[in-house]
Structures are given as structure tokens and as C-alpha cells.
């Protein structure tokens, strides 16, 4: 097995002495677990080091690996220029990688490269390995795989993990094997402490006990069960990193320890290590999780109503053949006589993959509404590229039928759950759908609207609220 371990390790740039200047003896625990993992990696000797990291580049919709013969970088940002680095890159493997992903057509590889220095999410996890080198008397051989993340799904990110598996796997079975070490560099949640840099927020601690003990125990089928919404609240950092590494040890029973977890500055820093102990196909999670998520929206289609039936047909039809379909004359007479705006959310994965609406009628009904939409959603919404037909299989759809909106004078008249609010400033408007997953408070829902419509947070504006009738 050509992947002989791998680390989950934060990258607070002040756990270096350097930088931290005495302030990182509030991190002691954290540092000790961090050198044992440096020892374990330096006892290895691999040949070649991938460090996936959050801060290196990163595109929405591409995994970018860092391309050429190699890079420098130094703390020099964090008022410790002393502090450098040189490192070679193990050109075949990047280039193996490459090949792979261009034969899936897997949105991976070493083009659009903004900056060849290197960043502190792979600086961090080097600095301790190349001390532990030093301390050991070892000679540093290894090459390095600097690798960024992405907005993709967590499937997608998991898929880069198995892709990064193969592609040792083929040099190994060519001859040109090599022992490596992944490490997954992130912290966890940024939002554990009001004193933190970026505040509290509830969802922060819930990450990190969730994720200490999904890692510790090694059960990746289960960082799937992340939303979207939850890792944003509690701005994790790493999650799609520990994600990449899971994929990496697909089918592979791995032997999993929590060496330490922190949280006093008011970031989260894990750090766990993960030895593979032989092959295990019952933890082929990507599998499961897929034929789980196939069994659940094929028993939600089949429960659905006429109108997200509606809309399903519009946007099939129109993705696999270009083509409107008219009104449906078999329809409810709701829907055919009916006039009112109308919202259509698509999902894919848990993430949202398309929503775009009418704040009121503008067809003349809301079946047609519906069709109108539904197109709009899958293939004009300028937040995603276009719904591909090999992704139907996975669109979870809901239709939302808006109720006549309503002024009103305050904040105090919404209802997160209830209402929906459109917020409106000098020719700006923007519309948020209530009840949505992630939006806990009228204050965050008004502040979501105001970023949709382009309005400044501080500005006031005029109120509506509505109501709604959600099929799903």
C-alpha cells in the first residue's frame, strides 16, 4: 500500500516560534502532538509528501496542483522572513495525477497557477517535519505534492483523494513506486470563543466534537453529514481537506488515533493520525453514501407533488434536448389558473446546485411559472455552470409558491421560519425564501438578502415579508 500514513494537522502560523514569540505556550498541546506526528513522519522516510491545504490556490470548480521542478516560501508575512523554505515537487506524480484526471475528465490539475510561493497551510505542517528531520539526524530526501481545494461537493473532493491513491498505485505497478505521506492540513472550526478572531457561533463547537470524533475513530462515511450550511456557520477550514484524505484511503481499514484537540484561541486545532491496516471493501464510503442518497431521492420523487414533478419534467426536458415543454393540460386547476411568483431550489449532494424564482407572477400561471423557472435554475443560475445530464440522477428539487408580500415596519414582524423577507434599497432588492437550513435568525436572513441584492449591511432599507407554500 503506497500511501504509508497520514496526518490531520492545523496551521496556525503562530505555533512557530518564531512567530508566535511566546504566545504559542497557549498552544503546548497542540505542539507536542504536532511533533509526534513530525517523529512518526521522519521515522517513515517517505519519498514524497502531499500536503493538501486551504490556503494554497483555489478555484469553485478545480482542484489546482501546484505545478514546475519547485518553490520557496518564507513567514515573511507573519514578521518572520528568517523562517524559509525550498522544496522540490515530485514531477511524475503530479504529472500521473494530471493524466488520470484528464482521462475522467475530473476538473483537476496544474493550470491557473497565481502564486508559486508557498502557503502557511503547507508551511505550518513543513516546519515541524523538517525540524523533527533535523532532530532525528535523518536526511531530507521526500518531495512534496502541494495540492488546493475547491468549491466542488464534498464527493468531488473525495474523488481527488481516490484519484491521488490511483495515481501512486499505477507508478507502483509501472515501476517507479514510491512510499508517501498525505497530509491533510486545516483547522477546524474559527468560531469557538466571543474573544476569537471571528466571534461565536454554536454550530462552532458542535464541528469540532463531531469532527474529533469522526476522525478519531476513523468513520469517513461519516464526514459526509456535514451540510453546507453547518460548515459555514461554524468556518471550518479543513473539512475538505480531512475529506481528500478519507478519499485516499478508500476501501482501506485504517488505524485511526486523536492525539490532542484545542480551542483556546478560539480556532479549533486537531491533530490525528491515520495508519492503513489493509484492504476493507465494506468502507467504500463514496459507494455507500451515493446508493444511499439514490435510494432517497428516488423514494422523494416518487412521493412527490404535480408541482415539483413539473418542474423535474421542465428541466430534463430542456437539459437532455433543448426543448420547452408546453403547460401540461392534465394538471391540477391550481396550477393552471393560479397567478403568483414562484422559486425552484435544486440540490445536488446536499449542496445547492440552482435557485432562481419570480417575486411575483409574470407568466400567466404558476405552472408555467414553474416551467419558466426550473429552466432558469438549472442552467442561468450565474452562481453554478449549467446542470449536465449526468447529474440528474441526484437533483433533489423543491418548488417554492410565493404569497403576496406585505409591508411591513420592523424586524420585529418576521419570522425565520414563517416568512420570507425582500429587503429593498434605491433600485436594489433582494428576496430570501424562509425556513431554509442554516438561517437561524431574522438578522441573518436580512443580512443574506442584503448581500443578494448588493446592499451595504449597515443600510437601511424597507421590509416586505411573504409567505409560502413549499412541495417538495
Excluded at 125 to 136: D, G, H, S, V
Excluded at 140 to 158: E, K
Excluded at 341 to 361: D, E, Q, Y
Aim: proline letters at 5%; a negative charge.
Amino acid at each position: 500500500m503506497a500511501i504509508v500514513a497520514a496526518f490531520m494537522v492545523p496551521h496556525p502560523p503562530m505555533i512557530v516560534p518564531d512567530i508566535g514569540r511566546g504566545s504559542e505556550a497557549q498552544v503546548e498541546e497542540t505542539t507536542r502532538a504536532y511533533e509526534q506526528v513530525a517523529e512518526e513522519i521522519a521515522a517513515l522516510a517517505p519519498d514524497t509528501i502531499i500536503i493538501t491545504s486551504p490556503h494554497s490556490v483555489m478555484y469553485a470548480d478545480y482542484f489546482h496542483i501546484s505545478p514546475g521542478r519547485h518553490a520557496k516560501g518564507s513567514f515573511a508575512g507573519f514578521g518572520a522572513p528568517q523562517v524559509k523554505f525550498e522544496e522540490n515537487y515530485d514531477t511524475e506524480l503530479v504529472r500521473e495525477i494530471c493524466r488520470l484526471a484528464d482521462e475522467r475528465d475530473f476538473p483537476a490539475g496544474t493550470l491557473g497557477e497565481r502564486d508559486k510561493a508557498l502557503d502557511h497551510g503547507t508551511m505550518v505542517p513543513l516546519w515541524f517535519i523538517e525540524k523533527a528531520y533535523r532532530e532525528t539526524g535523518k536526511e531530507r530526501n521526500y518531495q512534496l505534492v502541494r495540492m488546493g481545494l475547491s468549491a466542488l461537493p464534498l464527493t468531488d473532493h473525495y474523488r481527488m483523494g481516490q484519484l491521488i491513491a490511483k495515481a501512486i498505485d499505477d507508478l507502483d505497478l509501472s515501476g517507479d513506486s514510491r512510499r508517501v505521506v498525505l497530509v491533510a492540513s486545516g483547522d477546524l472550526s474559527h468560531k469557538l470563543q466571543e474573544y476569537g478572531p471571528y466571534g461565536f457561533a454554536k454550530e462552532g463547537p458542535q464541528y469540532d466534537v463531531r469532527i474529533m470524533d469522526v476522525c478519531g475513530s476513523g468513520a469517513f462515511g461519516e464526514l459526509f453529514d456535514f451540510s453546507e450550511s453547518f460548515c459555514e456557520n461554524a468556518a471550518e477550514c479543513g473539512h475538505r481537506s480531512f475529506v481528500v484524505m478519507a478519499g485516499a484511503f478508500d476501501g482501506v481499514d485504517v488505524e485511526a488515533k486523536a492525539l490532542s484537540h484545542q480551542d483556546v484561541t478560539g480556532v479549533g486545532y486537531g491533530v490525528c493520525t491515520f495508519y492503513p491496516k489493509g484492504f476493507d471493501t465494506a468502507r467504500r464510503f463514496l459507494d455507500q453514501y451515493l446508493a444511499d442518497l439514490e435510494a432517497e431521492i428516488d423514494e422523494k420523487r416518487s412521493q412527490s407533488d404535480e408541482y415539483v414533478q413539473l418542474a423535474r419534467k421542465s428541466l430534463e426536458s430542456y437539459i437532455l434536448k433543448r426543448e420547452r415543454i408546453d403547460v401540461p393540460a392534465d394538471l391540477p386547476e391550481e396550477m393552471l389558473t393560479t397567478r403568483a411568483g414562484a422559486f425552484v431550489s435544486i440540490h445536488k449532494n446536499g449542496a445547492l446546485r440552482g435557485c432562481i424564482g419570480t417575486i411575483g407572477p409574470t407568466t400567466s400561471c404558476v405552472a408555467q411559472e414553474i416551467i419558466d423557472n426550473a429552466i432558469s435554475a438549472s442552467t442561468r443560475d450565474p452562481r453554478f455552470p449549467p446542470i449536465e445530464p449526468d447529474e440528474l440522477q441526484w437533483l433533489d428539487i423543491n418548488v417554492d409558491v410565493l404569497g403576496e408580500p406585505e409591508e411591513i415596519e420592523s424586524k420585529e414582524e418576521l419570522d425565520v421560519k414563517r416568512y420570507g423577507v425582500i429587503v429593498s434599497s434605491v433600485g436594489k432588492r433582494g428576496l430570501l425564501l424562509p425556513d431554509l437550513e442554516g438561517v437561524d435568525t431574522v438578522d441573518q436572513q436580512i443580512e443574506i438578502a442584503k448581500q443578494k441584492a448588493g446592499i451595504h449591511r449597515f443600510e437601511t432599507v424597507k421590509l416586505q415579508r411573504f409567505e409560502v407554500i413549499r412541495h417538495v
